[in-house]
């Protein structure tokens, strides 16, 4: 593509929509779970395929990162056309989540079925249309963009891996100028959105042990202490009469951008008309710029069968999500002494700190950020919104750690209706059009910006 002007550009990325969409059909195929119990084989085929299809593309300098207990990470390259040109990394990854219950798909997980206007399949959308984007990229550009070009495809993201904690061991190999982190997408279709903060996430274990055993709930309930009704009452102290979290030093800010109407979270969560949203404040608030503190686990008898017993032992672990600027190991602190500091019923509670990883926030006034709402408004005709996610994306602080200097960009082809880690998960064709063509753009604007291109 040598007039790649934003009149020639849709055409361009038109007419390699159809070998695009084939594709992304092939390789949605492949069940790339890179979970424990799964077969290796076919993240190891997924990986293969995305091998030959970037050397395809005309990529020649294409290798592979090994690391212990983790999926090979495809590494490739292409050097700046010339000394005054960017380099941009792409990033991508080719795993997916299980299935979880098929029977709550309308057609089998891993047989790409067509829906209107787009495809369905588990990881079609997350992340698979988005490493498809980063192929069309370089085919329209003939394997020659105006930029350098890093690629990273990533093979055990959804699982998590030692790739995780890597770049920054290797900063020479992920540095950059710009990263466009392409495990993201809208708002909801057509909305084209830039993701500017993730949320940080931690895991707290908190358990108690009253007994030595069950107690008959007739002879001793009432005067022996429940380990139950003990790690109930700690639990309810988490939130406030209005569901806040009520765990004093979280950060919580004014979410000041766009957001999901109520409508349309009520939607996406599947809440029922006649229940309330938990919190205050606007839903930016509550899933962006504010903590949330989740029971993700519990261990206790299970109804069915359950004896009329004193329950001596009762575990539950929760998940907090914490401010982008929040110190991930402040917030956990936070959490832990709360909950250490309770002795419900005079019983104290023996609490483990798991895993925690950092937010982050992105500087949006460089260059590349310039260029990228130039080409999302091309790609999409209407101004990019800027908007955070609850969720987290741990390999964005290695990179950035690695390239610190770097810009980083969170856009891609999901977008808020996609059911990604859900049943049905699927994707839009036109959002991954759209994408193809912000990719194309991007690099365009960015090197010209780069240059100080006195024409623009």
């Known amino acids: 593509m040598s007039d790649d002007t934003p009149d020639t550009l849709p055409a361009t990325v038109d007419a ?17 779970i890179a979970f424990p119990g799964f077969p290796a084989g076919p993240v190891h085929d997924a990986h293969d395929l995305l091998v030959r299809l970037l050397r395809e593309a005309g990529v020649a300098n294409v290798d592979r990162i090994d690391l212990p207990d983790t999926a090979p990470v ?4 292409i050097p700046p056309p ?27 997980p891993f047989e790409p079925t067509p829906v209107a206007g787009g495809l369905r399949a588990r990881g079609v959308a997350d992340d698979k249309a988005n490493v498809i984007a980063h192929l069309g990229l370089l085919r329209a550009y ?15 993201e959804e699982y998590g891996s ?5 770049p920054q061991t290797r900063p020479e190999r992920f540095a950059c100028d710009a990263m466009v982190i392409a495990d993201l997408g809208n708002l909801r279709p057509g909305t084209p959105t830039l993701t500017t903060g993730l949320r940080g996430a931690s895991e707290v274990v908190v358990e108690v042990r009253t007994l030595e055993e069950p107690r008959h709930s007739g002879g001793f309930g009432g005067a022996a202490p429940d380990a139950l009704l003990v790690l109930v009452k700690a639990l309810a102290t988490l939130h406030d009469v209005h569901g806040d979290v009520a765990v004093a030093g979280l950060r919580r800010a004014p979410w000041p951008g766009p957001g999901y109407t109520e409508d349309e979270f009520r939607s996406l969560a599947g809440v029922r008309d006649e229940l309330p949203l938990l919190g205050s404040g606007t839903l930016g608030e509550r899933l962006w710029s504010g903590p949330a503190v989740t029971v993700v686990g519990l261990d206790a008898p299970a109804v069915e069968g359950a004896a009329s017993a004193v329950v001596p032992y009762a575990r539950a672990k929760l998940n907090l999500r914490f401010h982008p600027r929040q110190d ?41 950020y310039r260029a990228a709402r130039t080409a999302l408004k091309e790609a999409w005709g209407e101004d990019a919104a800027h908007v955070a996610t609850g969720g987290s994306i741990p390999l964005v602080n290695g990179l950035a750690q690695a390239a610190p200097d770097a810009e980083v960009l969170l856009f891609g082809a999901q977008d808020g209706l996609c059911n990604l880690h859900a049943p049905n998960e699927r994707v839009l064709f036109s959002e991954l059009r759209n994408t193809v063509l912000a990719l194309c753009a991007f690099v365009r604007e960015y090197a010209a910006d780069f240059r100080g291109d006195a024409s623009r």
């Open 328 to 368: 991930p190991q402040e917030a956990q602190a936070l959490l832990v002494d709360h909950l250490r500091s309770l002795r419900p019923f005079g019983v104290p509670l023996t609490v483990t700190p798991g895993d925690t990883g950092p937010g982050y926030e992105a500087a949006t006034d460089g260059p590349a």
């Open 16 to 32: 390699l929509m159809d070998e695009l969409r084939s594709d992304l059909e092939e390789l949605a195929a492949i069940p790339s």
């Open 74 to 77: 495809v590494f490739a390259e």
């Open 162 to 166: 030692a790739f995780d904690a890597y």
């Open 142 to 156: 003939g394997g020659r963009p105006p930029v350098g070009v890093k690629i990273v495809f990533e093979g055990q």
């Open 82 to 108: 010339d000394p005054a040109a960017p380099t941009v990394l792409l990033y991508s990854h080719y795993d997916v989540q299980p299935p979880g219950d098929e029977s709550l798909w309308l057609s089998p």
